[in-house]
């Protein structure tokens, strides 16, 4: 680390301490040269993966617009904003341990569908019938249909 006063190379840790608020390091540091003394943080630093959208588009990942579409699908619901938080913090984590710098769209869909379905089934429906684009009631109802037969398990 170099040091603010006279950006000597060399210093040295006098103390470490965990700022559990923070979820950082507090590192107090003395320089070798000029003997002065300042703090330094350490943070993890945590990036989403880029989203590859059907059209090949690349963009960053956007948890507003996951929640969005999570309010969306559970207008009217008896789902609190709570749950709703809770599910985008778990689809984050989900999206963090894939551990790629990209991934598909489409990845987010399946891991909503899949919340969705064991949080509210109405909501579940009006979200695969927008992300699927359904072609035809039959398609719907299979869909429907499906949920009823994990449902009765």
Do not use: W
């Not at 320089?31 to 703090?39: E, I, L, N």
């Not at 880029?50 to 008896?78: C, W, Y």
């Not at 598909?104 to 909503?112: A, D, T, Y």
């Not at 969705?116 to 695969?128: E, G, S, T």
Request: glycine share 2%.
């Amino acid at each position: 680390m170099k040091c603010p006063f006279c950006h000597h190379n060399n210093t040295q840790v006098i103390d470490s301490r965990l700022m559990e608020e923070q979820n950082s390091i507090r590192r107090r540091r003395r320089c070798a040269a000029c003997d002065r003394r300042f703090s330094t943080y350490e943070t993890v630093e945590l990036r989403m993966p880029q989203i590859i959208k059907n059209n090949g588009e690349r963009v960053m990942f956007d948890p507003l617009k996951l929640q969005t579409s999570l309010q969306r699908a559970l207008h009217k619901r008896p789902i609190s904003a709570e749950a709703i938080e809770h599910t985008v913090h778990e689809i984050e984590e989900c999206l963090y341990k894939t551990g790629s710098k990209e991934v598909p769209s489409r990845l987010i869909g399946e891991l909503v569908m899949e919340r969705l379905a064991k949080l509210d089934q109405v909501a579940y429906v009006r979200f695969a019938s927008v992300y699927k684009s359904f072609k035809d009631v039959a398609e719907f109802t299979r869909t429907v249909a499906g949920l009823e037969r994990t449902d009765h398990s």
